[in-house]
C-alpha cells in the first residue's frame, strides 16, 4: 500500500496546485471523492484492471459513469492516468488530496463512530480536546454504530482512536489466541 501512496502522491499534488491556484479547492475535492468512489467499486476495479481494455477506454468509461460530476480538467486527468496505467491510484488520489485541502486550510475532519448519540457537551469537550491535540480547527461529525457496544471509535485524519467496547474485545481475543 506504500507503493500506491508513493505513487499518488505527484498526482495529488499537481492536482492540489491546480485547485489551489483556480480557487476551486472545493469543487475538486467533490470530483476526486467521486472519483475515488466510483473506482473502488467492485464492478469497475474488475474494468480497471483488464488487460482486454485500452487505458483511453477505461478512462472514457468510467468518466461515462461519473457524468455531469466531472469538469472537463477532471476527464483530462482521467486520459492522464489511464495514459500512465495509474487509473486504479483514484481513491489514493483522492485521500491524499483531502490531506493537503485540510493542511492548507488548518482544518480537521473528525468521524466519531459511537455506541449511543452524543450529547452536544459531549461533542463539544471531544472537539476542544482535539483541537488542542492537534492545534487545527476541527468538524466533528458523529453516527451511531450500535455494533460497538460502547464507547467509540474516532477518525481523524489518518489516526484511528479505537475505544469501543468491541474493539477492546477483538483486542483481547488476539492476545488470548497467542498465548
Not at 86 to 112: F, H, M, N, W
Amino acid at each position: 500500500m506504500a507503493e500506491a501512496a508513493t505513487l499518488a502522491r505527484p498526482y495529488a499534488n499537481a492536482i492540489f496546485q491546480i485547485a489551489s491556484d483556480n480557487d476551486y479547492l472545493g469543487g475538486w475535492s467533490r470530483m476526486l471523492g467521486f472519483l475515488g468512489v466510483v473506482a473502488a467499486d467492485e464492478g469497475m476495479g474488475l474494468l480497471l484492471s483488464s488487460p482486454d481494455v485500452s487505458g483511453p477506454e477505461k478512462a472514457h468509461k468510467l468518466a461515462e459513469v461519473c457524468g455531469d460530476e466531472l469538469n472537463e480538467r477532471a476527464r483530462n486527468l482521467l486520459q492522464v492516468l489511464a495514459a500512465n496505467q495509474r487509473l486504479d491510484l483514484l481513491p489514493e488520489i483522492a485521500l491524499q488530496y483531502e490531506a493537503l485541502k485540510a493542511a492548507s486550510e488548518q482544518s480537521l475532519d473528525v468521524e466519531v463512530l459511537s455506541a449511543y448519540p452524543l450529547s452536544q457537551s459531549e461533542t463539544e469537550t471531544l472537539k476542544n480536546a482535539l483541537v488542542v491535540k492537534f492545534d487545527k480547527e476541527v468538524t466533528v461529525t458523529s453516527s451511531v454504530d450500535q455494533s460497538l457496544l460502547g464507547g467509540a471509535v474516532i477518525r481523524a485524519g489518518d489516526m484511528v482512536i479505537d475505544g469501543s467496547v468491541r474493539g477492546k474485545l477483538e483486542k483481547l481475543a488476539e492476545m488470548l489466541q497467542r498465548a
